[in-house]
């Protein structure tokens, strides 16, 4: 995943893009079987270690999610961190420095 | 994430704190940052009609339409797959944000929970099924806020 965060007069824009297919679990395959869903539910981050945002989503995120946030007391080398889990359990954590 | 356990901690004392303090305190513990992972609203996301999504998300809620919302998404999507949509106010003490396409086969897209951190202004890309209104409500006050588009998608993005 890629995370940007850049800090401009206290507030914090932290934007990220996470690849992840986003199968709806209505698409079909070429024999016409339809493919199960598996798609993003929820998003965290946090800002130094403390929670700064959490989003539920559903299968109406589009494939390889952009998400942007904005939080105020970000200073320029915190630290962000991004944690996703989708609907099969899997997750994946990204961390960026504020610019 | 390593800090969960940490947070989680706190979370649960703050709130067993509030409970003996009173109801003036529940309000601050609620507004607390929520735990990661906590609670996907899945009868929420799995309601099929607008109201339905509505109802399991807010139950009881009072919503208004607004103009203190601004919901910025395009007037024509050419790719219903990739719809770009950002809202943003200035209401005070948002708690939540959520995104609904009406006529897609699940109505709601995404809720932003919100702490008093954060600055009421997020972005997401959204896929449209058809040509539908998108609503963005914001929760502030113990209301929703509503702001609604039309987006004329000429390509779905949710067939294969």
Redesign the interface.
């Known amino acids: 995943m890629k995370i940007k965060a850049k800090v401009k007069k206290d507030v914090t824009k932290v934007k990220m893009l996470i690849k992840h297919a986003m199968e709806t679990g209505r698409r079909k395959d070429q024999d016409g079987n339809v493919i199960p869903g598996l798609y993003i539910t929820e998003v965290s981050a946090s800002h130094n270690g403390q929670p700064v945002f959490h989003a539920e989503v559903g299968q109406a995120v589009s494939k390889d999610p952009y998400i942007a946030f904005s939080f105020k007391g970000g200073v320029a080398g915190d630290k962000i961190a991004i944690t996703w889990i989708d609907s099969s359990g899997a997750t994946e954590t990204g961390e960026a420095a504020i610019k | 994430?390593?800090?969960d356990g940490?947070?989680m901690k706190m979370n649960r004392r703050r709130f067993l704190g509030a409970l003996l303090k009173g109801s003036a305190c529940i309000a601050v513990a609620t507004s607390l940052?929520?735990?990661?992972?906590a609670?996907?609203?899945e009868k929420a996301?799995k309601a099929e009609t607008l109201e339905g999504a509505l109802s399991n998300k807010y139950p009881g809620l009072e919503i208004v339409d607004s103009t203190a919302l601004k919901l910025k998404a395009p007037a024509i999507a050419e790719n219903g797959?990739?719809?770009?949509v950002?809202v943003k106010t200035d209401l005070p003490d948002v708690k939540s944000i959520s995104l609904f396409?009406e006529k897609?086969?699940?109505?709601?897209?995404?809720?932003?929970?919100?702490?008093p951190?954060?600055?009421a202004?997020?972005?997401?890309?959204?896929?449209?099924g058809e040509t539908s209104n998108l609503i963005a409500v914001v929760e502030s006050g113990g209301k929703l806020h509503r702001a609604q588009q039309e987006v004329k998608v000429t390509i779905g993005?949710?067939?294969?």
């Open positions: 994430m390593t800090v940490q947070s940052p929520r735990l990661a992972f609670a996907w609203n996301f797959a990739v719809v770009p950002s396409v897609n086969p699940s109505p709601l897209a995404a809720t932003f929970h919100l702490t951190v954060n600055v202004d997020v972005s997401i890309r959204l896929r449209m993005g949710c067939g294969g």
